[in-house]
């Protein structure tokens, strides 16, 4: 009817060309607010090498500490063979200073070996001398030490016990009728429980954090700068004007969670890191796996954000409120890695949790299970549609327009 | 050709404000219609309406032929707005706020270019065409909103105080655009609450205070039915104030 009363009119355009276009100048538009464009995208290729870089350090840190142990010790006079012991075992040992204790409680001193003064009388006379380990177990960075000197104590009395037996002319295995073998089940990429947390986290924080800016900028921005009113009175409906909002979103936010993980891969691959000891792996296979987990998570946010960001009237307003969100979404993983029990099958239709486990058997250099794969699809494919649908509602409302 | 007929909107909890009641004029195509009246008279809501971004309470009105309601994407289709509310993208160009329009209106290619290049150049808008709107003062700001309301060279166009915030310059060249468009046959609908403007420009005057028409003519056929000498006293004695009188 349209073309038969005015025949220059143009083509009706289709929804799907509408939409495209929508899309097409929002991306343009976020590309063009350089200084927030940069600020993520470097961040986020820029996040993986400064991230693994510190922590690879903090923990070649505490191996070295480890490996050449310094005790200081209090009454070495006492119990000279003891220390002869230690010192073959490659401890430096350095005399205590006075107030030993309150260095400890202070963090300067780790651990302190304290020999009683009647430890050389106890010893001759055949009654278990006393020697004391002085530590304060709340510090993570202590416990290496504190095991292996407790270990080192542990060797002395054993030897010390057989000597003593074998002296008596009984056989040192009589004392020792149980031996405890260590099997460790993990393997090598299963071990650095600490680092597997922290890529999975910071992976799902990339797709958290990718769209934010775009999604509240092409929302309450619109809204505060004005925009959006001529742009509802196009032929655009409002169905169109979101799924293309949320499709340049989405797209932005992939390429945020891209970069962020191409970070990880050339630092793990290519960077001169200090060996630890674990040596996961985060090769293109593993690249691939974070992808397809994080998915759904790439099509979520940008969604749910769109609606935070329709429900406010300026820009700042949408950021007060997407940080509550953002503060839930990144506890789950920390209280997932809190609860250390073998997680249920349903987790993977919770959003944030299905995704972080699945992950983390990314990470172990495991398949991933296509059953609880599928599951993770379930919930933030339907919740982003839901989200769409109630943007699509809220900006045909006429209520839209008073916000002015 | 637009044609109200007893339109009504009330807002609030239980539509207590009566922002537009029984409203009904015409505005015929070649010739630029005045909304006049006070700041809130309803003229804001009275153009929403009409952009079928607003659902009428009762009443109804028709663009071109098309019911704003049952037909309001097709309304929208041939409508140009220059809304209230005329934000333009700022990271964006004037071409590409002007562009953008133009796609969603469904034209593609060159056909686009051609149209933007035509109305950017007749806006006098070409040799900044390619900057960012950033930095636009409020005439040139305008001018794109124009440009991209007209982008699809639209049948009816509805302006709701285009000439606020402008200086004495842009306004004679708004003027002379609003004239040629009236030369085209085109239907012009243009509300200020400012008299001056509407008598300097309108060829028919619709007077609104208080959500309601008082008043409808000719600036003569007005004068004549208030029993005034000037407009300026019509209007006064029409609205029942002296609001709007401040040019």
Known sequence: MTAAVQPTRPPQASPVSRVLAIARKELTDMFRDRRTAMVTLVSAIAAGPIFLILIFNLIANQADRARDLRLPVVGREHAPALAAFLERQQVTLTDAPADYEAQIRRGDLDVVLVVDPTFARDAASGKPATVRLVFDRSRDRARPLIDQATQLLRGYNRLWGQQRLVLRGVAGSVASPLIVEDVDLATPQQSGALVLFLVAYYGLFASVMGGMAVSLDTTAGERERQSLEPLLMTPARPGEIVAGKWLAASTFNALVVALTLTGFYITLSFAPLPAVGVPFLFGAREFGRFVIVLLPMIALLPAVLLYVGSRARAYREAQANVSVLLFVVSLLPVVQLFLQRKEPDWIALVPVSGQYSLLNVALRGEALPWAQLLLSYVTPLVLAAVFLAAVARLISRESILAGK | ?247
């Open chain 2, 1 to 247: 050709m637009i044609d109200v007929a007893g339109l009504t909107k009330s807002f609030g909890k239980r539509g207590e404000v009566h922002a537009v009641a029984d409203v009904t004029f015409a505005a015929p195509s070649g010739a630029i219609t005045g909304l006049l009246g006070p700041n809130g008279a309803g003229k804001t809501t009275l153009l929403r309406m009409l952009a079928t971004l607003v659902v009428p309470d009762a009443g109804r009105a028709a663009v071109g032929g098309l019911d704003i309601v049952r037909d309001r994407y097709a309304v929208r289709e041939r409508i140009g707005v220059l809304s209230d509310a005329r934000g333009l993208y700022q990271r964006l160009t004037a071409r590409e706020n002007v562009r953008y329009y133009g796609a969603l209106h469904g034209l593609t290619g060159r056909a686009l270019e051609a149209r933007v290049d035509r109305l950017l150049d007749a806006l006098g808008l070409a040799a900044i065409a390619d900057r960012r709107t950033q930095g636009f003062s409020q005439g040139e700001k305008m001018k794109v909103a124009i440009a991209r309301a007209l982008v699809h060279d639209p049948d009816s166009i509805l302006l709701d105080e285009p000439t606020n915030g402008l200086d004495i310059m842009s306004v004679r060249a708004l003027r002379e655009q609003l004239r040629a468009l009236r030369g085209e046959g085109k239907c012009l609908l243009f509300s200020s609450h400012v008299m001056q403007e509407v008598a300097a420009l309108c060829d028919r005057i619709v007077i609104l205070a208080r959500g309601r028409v008082v008043a409808a003519g000719t600036a003569d056929e007005l004068v004549t039915q208030a029993g005034t000498r000037t407009l300026e006293d019509a209007f006064v004695a029409l609205i029942g104030s002296g609001e709007g009188l401040a040019a």
